[in-house]
């Protein structure tokens, strides 16, 4: 049996899981857009100029250095894990997380009323554009479904891509 501190420890990372999977989720573009500059800026530092311990292979040395960059970047693994999940929505479910995005960036009112009354309306509206359907309602209920399917969808796959590098590592 697990004690309680430990139980209740490991509530707070999973609730700290999802919070950290919900920000990726809605902020990916500005965080991708962010880890790419830094990338490009840490490959391409210091690797001119000659030296290194690879002076004969500049190519080679930006891989390796761009490896060790992806291996040190905090939010690599929560990237991966988005995009991974991303590839695998259904047309409707990446729809809908276009809506959801575009509600949180919207900042509309305050409260998960708010962001839901928001993202109804906009994914209703992109679902009646897409497949030309007049008379097209999603219940606040299946949207809160949806994202929480998408969120888990991203811990598993964030939990699983760690488990794999802390193998190999």
């Not at 554009?129 to 209920?141: A, H, Y």
């Amino acid at each position: 049996m697990l004690e309680n501190n430990t139980a209740l420890q490991i509530a707070d990372e999973i609730r700290q899981d999802r919070k950290r999977a919900e920000s990726m989720l809605l902020n990916y573009a500005e965080e991708l857009r962010t880890y790419r500059l830094q990338r490009e800026e840490y490959v391409r530092g210091t690797v001119q100029g000659g030296g290194g311990n690879l002076p004969g292979h500049p190519t080679e040395a930006e891989a390796l250095r761009g490896v060790k960059f992806d291996e040190t970047y905090p939010t690599y693994t929560w990237l991966r894990a988005v995009e991974f999940v991303e590839r695998g929505l259904s047309e409707r479910k990446q729809i809908f997380l276009d809506a959801r995005r575009k509600a949180s960036r919207q900042k509309a009112g305050r409260g998960r009323r708010a962001w839901l009354v928001l993202t109804q309306r906009l994914y209703c509206e992109a679902i009646r554009e897409r497949f030309l359907n007049t008379e097209f309602f999603v219940s606040e209920r299946t949207l809160r479904a949806m994202w929480d399917y998408i969120v888990a969808r991203t811990v598993e796959a964030y939990l699983k891509l760690e488990n794999k590098l802390n193998r190999h590592v």
